[in-house]
């Protein structure tokens, strides 16, 4: 009789082992969590538009300023436009504008000018194949760049958008480039920081002695998704399709290539 109970005993621990197993697997099961990290998050659409200033100081002290500006969006399936104007220095001048567009889905990227008559519509080189070729071998030296001094300027929001701010040094030794005293070009970039807009421009500012001053700022943000058409060329363009380039890379090296010495 005791062996009886003894084992009766044994068969309900057992089953009770095994549905407390069960039960922790499925509720494992259930908690499961994926997380995405903040750069693998989806890009939120938006159209973008900035006011940029160049000054360029000439050698008697006087300037030159020339004001552009510029619109970017991206919408909800990766499509780019940038478009930049040129505002004109006088009236009498008319302004034009340049529109890229880069479109994944179509894999198509495309250029026109505004006012214009003809766009042309590029296929993209398909996934994996070669788009340049290696760097041929040097035939002389070549000067290494002095490595340039980074600093991280902290966060800040701009026009409502939380970015964060960096500012590179870069210097050109004395005798570099036949300059007689060390050239400083400073960039600073301040991007949003926000996971649906990282990477976002929002403020540029370049003091390069070589070319002038340039301010590129954030006028305006609309994040709502841009309209279809802005991705499309205006209606009454003719349409030059191309095909995607191919890459010859032997006889564009042989081309590059010295000729041999004479014998």
Known sequence: MRKCIFGVLMLAAVACLALTASGQATGTRTKTVTTVHPTQAARL?????YKISSVSTLANGATITHESTEVRALDSEGRRMTSRTEIPLTGDQAARTHVWISDPVARTTSSWESPGQTATVTAMAAPGSQT???????????????????EDLGTRTILGVEARGRRTTYTIPEGKIGNDAPLTRTDEIWSAIAPGLRGLSVREMVDNPQSGKMDKELVNLNQSEPDAAVFQPPAGY????????????AAAQAAAAPAPAPQ
């Open 45 to 49: 659409p938006y159209t973008a538009e």
């Open 132 to 150: 340049s070729c290696p760097p041929l071998a040097p035939q002389q030296p070549t000067v290494e760049p002095t490595k340039p001094a980074v």
């Open 238 to 249: 003719e349409i030059v399709n191309k095909s995607a380039p191919q890459v010859q890379c």
